[in-house]
């Protein structure tokens, strides 16, 4: 009988160790994913993405909770959530070069000229060489860029020149860069965060504000604004951020599955952001927003204008020139 007994606790062991994990005994990773693009902006549209994709190749090992809309916090807050880890994953600007410098000189003025070049500088990994000491300095890694998009410039008036642009008192990110751009180009800028820009533009604490059309659309900003100047000054990336601690517990599989799911909805946010700038743009012609495509005359004059900041850059930021040299050298209009 004690033979017979031992046998079957042998076979029973056997089958355990031979049957898979059950989902309940599988490992399971919670993460929050925070952002603060509006619902209809593409950036929340990948969040989206990422989430069923990872979930469903998982089998549900990971639980994706989606915070867009600044439901966590604005910009600034979620990064330093994302660094610390109380949350996994977050969509941040260039506030990240409070960590890392070089990465401030990502968005230099002029500098990028079409989204093919965009697309050239970005998404072929020749950026990662200006990443510096980030993931070290910040314990956060960039797990992807995202399209934040070309900035252009909206206003309570219509700006047609230089003498007009210089009459504007225009909001800027809490962002040394865009303080020294708008400084060259003649205007008094203002430095706010964006969640209180509505309010500071229905008030006319601020005259205008500068950010890509998604983004004016997605948060409303075109409601108390109604003029636009088609500047495309700056091409604004936005970073995809990973706790470094969390992502590093993470077991093979699980890496394999979270980083397919990152590069496809990095690809798909590609995807859909040019097709929605041109859609916006119709959408504020159809609700009263007017657009001015600044004439050859002005555009090479804010370009001359902005000079004064790319010496800046090379003065205080490192890797700035360099920088400039590679979007350069990978720029489809010049090959």
Not at 275 to 297: H, L, R
Request: charged residues 25%.
């Amino acid at each position: 009988m004690k033979l017979v007994k031992s046998l079957l606790a042998i076979s029973a062991a056997a089958v355990l160790v031979a049957a898979p994990l059950s989902s309940a005994q599988a490992k399971s990773y919670r993460v929050i994913f925070a952002g603060y693009f509006g619902p209809d902006h593409p950036n929340s549209k990948m969040m989206e993405h990422f989430k069923n994709e990872l979930e469903q190749v998982s089998d549900g090992q990971f639980k994706v909770t989606l915070k867009p809309n600044n439901e966590a916090g604005g910009e600034e807050k979620i990064m330093e959530l994302c660094k610390r880890g109380t949350i996994q994953i977050a969509q941040v600007g260039g506030l990240i070069k409070n960590d890392e410098p070089m990465i401030g000189a990502w968005e230099q003025p002029f500098v990028i000229n079409g989204w093919d070049h965009a697309r050239a500088v970005f998404l072929s990994g020749g950026m990662k060489q200006f990443e510096g000491d980030y993931t070290e300095n910040s314990g956060a890694r960039i797990a992807g860029v995202i399209v934040n998009g070309f900035r252009q410039i909206s206003s309570s008036f219509a700006v047609t020149n230089m003498e007009e642009l210089g009459k504007m008192k225009i909001r800027t990110p809490l962002n040394e860069v865009f303080v020294q751009l708008f400084k060259a180009l003649g205007t008094n800028p203002t430095p706010l965060p964006a969640t209180e820009l509505y309010t500071a533009l229905e008030t006319k604490v601020v005259d205008g504000q500068d950010n890509p059309y998604s983004m004016v659309k997605s948060m409303g900003w075109w409601e108390v604004n109604k003029y636009m100047l088609e500047s495309r000054h700056i091409f604004s990336p936005t970073f995809v951020l990973v706790n470094d601690k969390w992502y590093g517990k993470l077991d093979e599989q699980a890496k394999g599955w979270f980083d397919t799911a990152m590069d496809n909805a990095v690809k798909y946010n590609w995807e859909i952001s040019e097709k929605d700038e041109a859609e916006t743009v119709e959408f504020f012609k159809q609700n009263g927003v007017t657009i001015t495509v600044p004439s050859d005359e002005f555009k090479a004059q804010m370009v001359k204008a902005a000079e004064p900041a790319w010496e800046w850059f090379d003065k205080e930021v490192p890797g700035s020139k360099a920088i400039r040299e590679y979007c350069a050298s990978v720029d489809p209009q010049k090959k």
